[in-house]
């Protein structure tokens, strides 16, 4: 009887699992996996901010300009992710009306108790969190393009208008069911345009209306820590398997595939930028090691969740081949101090990615395949389109907002301040304390 009694038990406790998938996969119902998936990805993507983009950034500046580079990406981070909640939200992915914007049906985040995101198994709430460290993120990287200089107010008002004035409505138009992805059918599967399009191109437009640094071009200006930039890369790629793999919006193998394909396309392209230095300045270094993984971040993350992953190796080797000569165009050739290749390796990888994407998915290149009635000439067009638009209205928008922020706070410190450095004129500390 014993014996019985145990050989039930064990039986039922086998079924425990299965019971409990069934429920957790059912239609309409929560699933546990798909929504831990993307809270593990929210993690990875906040640690790309902080500490990431921070040691990234912070190591390629002088030191005296080390602390006020941390204190910006965290400000941005924290004001974005506060106006996330109350309004960016709603307008990113609120419900669709015209397609420009989204309604405010979810103004600090209302209505999202207890309920899932459109048709997939994941909390409403879980998606706000997991697009808030997007949305969080994306106006940090512009604070490379004005390191040195920037007065701290207008950082931070720029950044928090550009939110909700630039991102949020991109964000609306290719992921939020808006008029880009729904009538162009302009493809972005992780930021490509929404992120590093508009990062970049505003980065652009933001450093020649702040203009040069003291001394620049003439006076060299080494990373003051190419250490800490290696190690804040090393973080940034970690954390990317969250950006690209949770973009999936499950815990699937369309993840798997992102982050191989993040993966293979970051090596491939710091291997290659690697190779140009060594011919081009003599020595492979550190810090080309790091930038050129971020180019190839950058490029692959439009295409991740589209293409296999000899083509994410392709797309990383053309990344280092396109974002290396563009820093000596912008700097050298066009004179923009964009001081920490913000365009050139974030917006200009974005771009390329999410062109080429257009040629890598096809199924004979191992990609997912176009849509039907389309070609590969018909969706090089819909991601040209979506690049230009956004390219345009990310340039035009981000001029008024640095110019009316202006009005109220200085764009950049005085003289004297951006001599002493940041640390000590903005915030009163050193980095660095040596006896």
Request: charged fraction near 10%; aromatic fraction near 10%; glycine fraction near 12%.
């Amino acid at each position: 009887m014993r014996r019985f009694q145990a050989l039930s038990l064990a039986a039922m406790v086998s079924l425990l699992p299965t019971a409990a998938w069934a429920q957790d996969t059912a239609e309409g119902a929560l699933n546990s996996g798909d929504n831990a998936w993307l809270l593990i990805s929210s993690a990875l993507v906040l640690l790309m901010t902080m500490p990431g983009l921070t040691l990234f950034y912070g190591g390629l500046v002088r030191a005296k300009n080390f602390l006020a580079v941390l204190v910006q990406v965290g400000a941005i981070a924290a004001i974005a992710s506060l106006l996330w909640v109350v309004c960016g939200y709603t307008f990113a992915f609120g419900d669709v009306t015209n397609g420009w914007l989204g309604s405010g049906n979810a103004w600090m985040l209302s209505n999202t108790a207890g309920v899932l995101h459109g048709d997939l198994p994941v909390s409403e709430r879980t998606f706000a969190l997991f697009q808030m460290t997007f949305a969080a993120i994306t106006p940090a990287l512009m604070a490379g393009a004005w390191v040195d200089r920037a007065r701290f107010g207008w950082v931070l008002g720029f950044c928090a208008l550009w939110g909700l004035i630039v991102y949020a409505p991109v964000a609306h138009w290719l992921w939020g069911g808006g008029w880009l992805a729904s009538a162009m059918n302009t493809k972005d599967f992780a930021g490509g345009i929404v992120v590093h399009t508009t990062a970049g191109v505003s980065a652009l437009v933001a450093a020649l209306l702040i203009g040069k640094r003291q001394g620049f071009p003439k006076t060299l200006m080494l990373p003051h820590s190419p250490s800490l930039t290696m190690a804040g890369a090393a973080l940034l790629w970690v954390g990317w398997f969250g950006f690209n793999g949770g973009s999936a919006l499950a815990a699937d193998d369309a993840a798997a595939s992102a982050i191989i394909n993040t993966h293979v396309g970051a090596s491939m392209a710091a291997l290659v930028w690697l190779a140009i230095e060594r011919f081009s300045v003599g020595k492979p270094t550190s810090v080309g090691f790091a930038t050129g993984a971020i180019a190839g971040l950058a490029t692959v993350t439009p295409a991740a969740g589209f293409i296999g992953a000899g083509s994410a190796m392709a797309l990383g080797a053309i990344a280092a081949l396109v974002c290396y000569p563009m820093i000596q165009v912008v700097k050298q050739r066009l004179k923009i101090d964009d001081s920490l290749d913000v365009f050139a390796v974030h917006g200009m990888g974005g771009i390329t990615g999410s062109l080429l994407l257009a040629v890598f998915m096809s199924t004979s290149l191992g990609g997912s395949g176009y849509d039907e009635g389309y070609t590969m000439l018909n969706q090089l067009a819909a991601q040209a389109v979506g690049v230009f638009v956004v390219a345009v209205w990310s340039a035009v928008a981000s001029a008024i907002i640095a110019v009316v922020v202006s009005l109220v706070v200085p764009m950049r410190v005085s003289e004297d301040a951006e001599r002493e450095g940041l640390d000590i004129s903005s915030h009163g500390e050193r980095a660095w304390e040596f006896d």
